[in-house]
């Protein structure tokens, strides 16, 4: 099983249309996770962390449900700017502990929003 | 002003070659990294340097070393280049842990290697 698994898409998405996104994790001890956004032939970039509470930034609610080991990214009234590919992203937790842990990259999924 | 900068921006060499890459951080972070994103789009750690301290280094062949001089500079030596070897190089930094725990990390533009 792969250790950060999220459907690759594309999705294909009318501007100002809902859309949201899985991502499933197989380390039951990962402590901490996040959305990143990586536009193409660009860095990957922070979007949001994601805490087991749930939380919200303007148009994006991430989620995290550590029984079913998921994480969730929901975006509202989508933008022809939200057009890129989207890393689920989790920190295994299993070096030092101390914050120099790589972080374990899913494959992204790619999100095209239409005029 | 650039918080992650890497030079080149983009490597063009011949297999054999011996090649660095440089990475710098004014971020003030303890911790740097260096990530491998290859022709899949697959983006996956290969080393992480904690105040100049060796703290991950991942499956990667041996040819590859890094070099930590000071905790915001991270450089990666290859030797021997390989047509595998190309790839999109990311470094990338955190202040570990960073808010609420979290470990943000923040990417430099990534060095596109090419191996002829």
């Known amino acids: 099983r792969k250790e950060v698994e999220q459907d690759p898409g594309p999705f294909n998405v009318p501007e100002g249309a809902t859309v949201a996104f899985n991502c499933t994790y197989s380390n039951s001890a990962s402590q901490s996770f996040f959305w990143y956004r990586q536009d193409c032939r660009k860095e990957p970039k922070l979007l949001m962390s994601v805490y087991s509470s749930g939380n919200e930034d303007g148009r994006f609610t991430a989620q995290l449900n550590r029984a079913s080991q998921y994480i969730s990214l929901l975006i509202r009234d989508s933008k022809l700017s939200d057009s890129a590919t989207y890393l689920c992203v989790v920190n295994p937790n299993m070096y030092s502990g101390g914050g120099a842990d790589g972080l374990t990259f899913g494959k992204g999924t790619h999100l095209i929003i239409q005029p | 002003d650039t918080a992650v900068s890497q030079t080149p921006k983009y490597l063009v060499t011949q297999m054999g070659n011996d090649k660095s890459i440089k990475c710098e951080q004014n971020l003030g972070h303890d911790t740097m990294y260096w990530y491998k994103q290859d022709s899949k789009k697959f983006l996956k750690i290969m080393f992480s340097y904690n105040n100049k301290e060796l703290i991950i280094n991942e499956t990667v062949p041996n040819r590859f070393s890094p070099k930590s001089p000071d905790k915001a500079h991270l450089n990666l030596h290859i030797n021997s280049l390989e047509l595998g070897d190309s790839a999109v190089y990311f470094c990338?930094?955190?202040?570990?842990?960073?808010?609420?725990?979290?470990?943000?990390?923040?990417f430099g533009p990534g060095t596109r290697l090419t191996v002829t």
């Open positions: 990338a930094s955190s202040q570990g842990p960073g808010l609420a725990g979290s470990y943000e990390q923040y």
